[in-house]
T-cell receptor, first 109, second 113 residues
Framework: GIQVEQSPPDLILQEGANSTLRCNFS?????LQWFHQNPWGQLINLFY???GTKQNGRLSATTVATERYSLLYISSSQTTDSGVYFC???????????FGKGTKLTVNP | NAGVTQTPKFQVLKTGQSMTLQCAQD?????MSWYRQDPGMGLRLIHY???????DQGEVPNGYNVSRSTTEDFPLRLLSAAPSQTSVYFC????????????FGPGTRLLVL
């Protein structure tokens, strides 16, 4: 099956810093989503981005499908950005969403 | 809209006991799915459903049973709980399982002793 690798596994920032999270996948995909899991465990969808670039406030994402990677950018980080960021994909005709292991982000005040 | 709801929030079971984790959504989504989340493993798909009466296996289906009698509800059954099933369980729904935004419930934390 498809492999999804996220890097770095852990990231510690000071409030106000920028960061880039990476998601590599081993095969072509027809769907890619980014999720944020807050410290209380709630999972929130950030972007549905099988290709191209999207922006939502301080967050933006870019997927280069031909090179099999996606990037999540967080600018001017805030303590509320802390949590785990997951990348998830589907491929071909499959309806199964495969998750990476996540990047744990800690933003210190 | 309440979105995706799950009950209970927390449950302790003894090995061999059975239980049902409830999941409901009020967004008229056709697709629903169950995931388990273990430390360092990310989320893994257990079972999913593409509509009422239709279910299929995910990545880790053993030990779990599902049915989908209505669009709104998608319960997950543990027939004989094992310590390896200690995990956090999430239910999700969407118009399309793989191709559109997934909405997740708050999760059920299960401890099997």
């Amino acid at each position: 099956g498809i492999q999804v690798e996220q890097s770095p596994p852990d990231l510690i920032l000071q409030e106000g810093a920028n960061s880039t999270l990476r998601c590599n996948f081993s095969d072509s995909v027809n769907n890619l989503q980014w999720f944020h899991q807050n410290p209380w465990g709630q999972l929130i969808n950030l972007f549905y981005i099988p290709s191209g670039t999207k922006q939502n406030g301080r967050l933006s994402a870019t997927t280069v499908a031909t090179e099999r990677y996606s990037l999540l950018y967080i600018s001017s980080s805030q303590t509320t950005d802390s949590g785990v960021y997951f990348c998830a994909v589907t491929q071909g005709g499959s309806e199964k969403l495969v998750f990476g292991k996540g990047t744990k982000l800690t933003v210190n005040p | 809209n309440a979105g995706v709801t799950q009950t209970p929030k927390f449950q302790v079971l003894k090995t061999g006991q059975s239980m049902t984790l409830q999941c409901a959504q009020d967004m008229n989504h056709e697709y629903m799915s169950w995931y388990r989340q273990d430390p360092g493993m990310g989320l893994r798909l257990i079972h999913y459903s593409v509509g009422a009466g239709i279910t299929d296996q995910g990545e880790v289906p053993n030990g779990y049973n599902v049915s989908r009698s209505t669009t709104e509800d998608f319960p997950l059954r543990l027939l004989s709980a094992a310590p390896s099933q200690t995990s956090v369980y999430f239910c999700a729904s969407s118009y399309s399982l793989g191709r559109e935004t997934q909405y997740f419930g708050p999760g059920t934390r299960l401890l099997v002793l």
